[in-house]
């Protein structure tokens, strides 16, 4: 009598596994992307002058064809679950075939799927550390999602053919690199001393709050010079009542002052939360308007939390003028 040989636990729960990881990035995902066009600030916990989540969603890295880069994330993870849960969806006594035939392609677009992921999280790692220079927990769990979705694919079944998981690695792994280092090849980060473009293309701004002490009250001085379309913006801004709280000690408030310029900043109708001689002083204004963060931007009675990109302040504000603005972050 032959002994029928018993299935791998790990096969038989792969595909539940791979969709529930999947399901949480998609929700990871999906959270940063509504917070991301609708302007608020993620929740997330990090340490006075370092740093996070926040500093991530607002950078040039964020948005990709226009759009959040955690939209394309959020689809990423879905289409992880659909092709995780399809073959189970089919009854496999009436229909052995076709279940047989979709698990067999599914598998292979899971494995695709999970390379392509794996490496561009990679990038995303490493734009983290050395470009960012931020802590971002959503952003390391998503690696982590997308690295635990590659090995259950590899482990979750047998691969008859070992060399056609090394051929698919290779080929997606390259496309995926070259197609990532192509979508952000216009990304040029510059130091906040190095303010003008050569080039006339907006600039990255960057600012290490280290590396000087802010001036009681008053903050760190500001080493843009703004072009016409940022005064024309921030005078729009004024005019229509939009409030800008800010606290002097706050380097993000830098940052947004940064992307102003000096001579734009100047006209933007600010709140000064904390008093000079006690950063942890709160002003009546400040808590009647419950700010919790800073910068917060009050535009039309809508808040919009952390730094903004001018190309957000005007089209929040139905400002029409001109938006070729230098500086973005």
Not at 151 to 169: H, N, P, S
Not at 211 to 218: I, L, Q, T
């Amino acid at each position: 009598m032959i002994r029928r040989r018993s299935t791998p636990w790990i096969h038989r729960w792969s595909r539940p596994l791979i969709a529930a990881i999947a399901g949480c990035g998609a929700l990871t995902t999906g959270y940063l992307t509504i917070e991301k066009l609708t302007g608020n600030s993620a929740a997330c916990v990090a340490q006075a002058g370092v740093k996070g989540c926040n500093d991530v969603l607002s950078s040039a890295w964020a948005t990709v064809f226009g759009q959040p880069l955690a939209l394309f994330g959020f689809l990423a993870y879905t289409s992880m679950v659909v092709l995780a849960l399809a073959p189970l969806a089919v009854n496999r006594e009436q229909n052995k075939q076709p279940r047989s035939n979709l698990e067999n392609l599914t598998w292979l677009l899971l494995l695709a799927g999970a390379i392509a992921m794996s490496v561009f999280s990679g990038y995303l790692m490493y734009l983290l550390a050395f470009q960012i220079k931020a802590t971002c927990l959503y952003c390391i769990g998503s690696a982590l999602f997308s690295l635990s979705l590659l090995v259950l694919t590899i482990i979750g079944r047998t691969w008859e053919d070992i060399g056609q998981i090394f051929f698919t690695a290779i080929i997606v792994g390259m496309v995926t690199l070259i197609g990532t280092l192509g979508v952000y090849a216009g990304v040029n980060p510059v130091a906040d001393n190095q303010v003008e473009s050569t080039s006339g293309q907006p600039v990255k701004i960057s600012f290490d709050p280290n590396k000087k002490e802010p001036k009681p009250g008053v903050g760190w001085e500001i080493t843009t010079t703004s072009g016409e379309a940022e005064i024309q913006l921030a005078r729009h801004l004024t005019n229509i009542g939009a409030k800008e709280y800010v606290a002097w000690w706050c380097p993000h408030c830098h940052e947004q002052k940064l992307i102003f310029g000096k001579e734009a900043y100047k006209e933007i109708a600010k709140v000064e939360c904390a008093s000079a001689n006690n950063p942890n002083v709160i002003a009546d204004e400040c808590k009647a308007a419950k700010i919790e963060g800073f910068p917060t931007w009050i535009i039309n009675g809508t808040r919009y939390s952390a730094v903004q990109n001018l190309e957000e302040l005007a089209k929040v504000s139905g400002y029409t003028g001109p938006r070729n603005f230098k500086y973005f972050k």
